[in-house]
């Protein structure tokens, strides 16, 4: 018979095993928590909006996700349109927001994270070229997906995506599993986090010459809309 720090232990394992399996967006406690975007109170997510006020209004938006986006002003040719609790107040305690990506030819989505979500992406034209690396050894997966297709990119693993057309553009729109994901985009963190890190790390990390990473963080200082 098992003694009783055994079943200490076990159980001990079980509810560590449990709280990983649920460390998502928590669980809504009632039908819906409108965010309330004035409240004072200071929450891990939204207050809410007295459910007693709430309207069916609260529960749409007008996003228009069917209509092309431009990727002309961007640098990197590419136009990500977020629907998140920021912006769609009836999505907060949900667990789920989406986003419309816009490629103009050869554009890229670079590679990025988000922090605390998973992602599932639906191509909606076009090709792409895209792929996640997971934590080391740094495995690279990676595929050419078209039209119709689906890809999953696991919470907080970097990943990317890149339109092969050279003159035709390609959308996306893309589901994941928190009302605000968080997006931490590489090239940009590094390179044009403020205050700068230092460049005696970059340059050891990337090792190369001091004068390249000035000229990268330039690169980023100058075109905070990247």
């Known amino acids: 018979m098992a003694s009783s720090s055994t079943l ?5 394992l079980l509810v560590l095993a449990s709280r990983q399996a649920t460390a998502y967006d928590p669980s809504p406690l009632q039908d819906f928590c409108i965010a309330d975007m004035k409240a004072p109170v200071r929450v891990n997510g939204f207050a809410c909006k007295d459910p007693m006020a709430a309207t069916p209004e609260d529960f749409f938006n007008a996003a228009m996700l069917d ?3 431009d990727t002309k002003a961007s640098k990197v ?3 990500v349109t977020n629907i998140n609790v920021i912006n769609f107040p009836g999505l907060n305690t ?3 927001s989406l986003a419309r990506i816009d490629y103009g030819p050869l554009g890229v989505n670079t590679p990025h994270i988000h922090p605390r979500a998973t992602e599932l992406l639906t191509v909606l ?3 792409l070229y895209l792929g996640f690396v997971t ?7 990676s595929k050419i997906v078209k039209k119709g297709d689906v890809f999953v990119f696991p919470k907080a693993m970097i990943h990317f995506q890149m339109n092969l057309a050279h003159d035709k553009p390609a959308a996306a729109l893309s589901s994941l599993s928190s009302q605000n994901p968080g997006v931490i985009s590489i090239a940009n963190a590094v390179f044009g986090s403020k205050p700068p890190i230092s460049d005696d790390v970059l340059a050891t990390a990337f090792q190369v010459e ?5 000229w990268l963080q330039s690169q980023f200082w100058e075109n905070n809309n990247y």
């Open 135 to 141: 934590s080391n050894p740094n495995r690279l997966f």
């Open 125 to 127: 034209e076009g090709t």
């Open 8 to 12: 200490f232990c076990l159980s001990a």
């Open 210 to 214: 001091k004068d390249l990473i000035h």
């Open 67 to 69: 209509q092309p986006r």
């Open 94 to 96: 949900l667990g789920i």
């Open 77 to 79: 040719r590419s136009n």
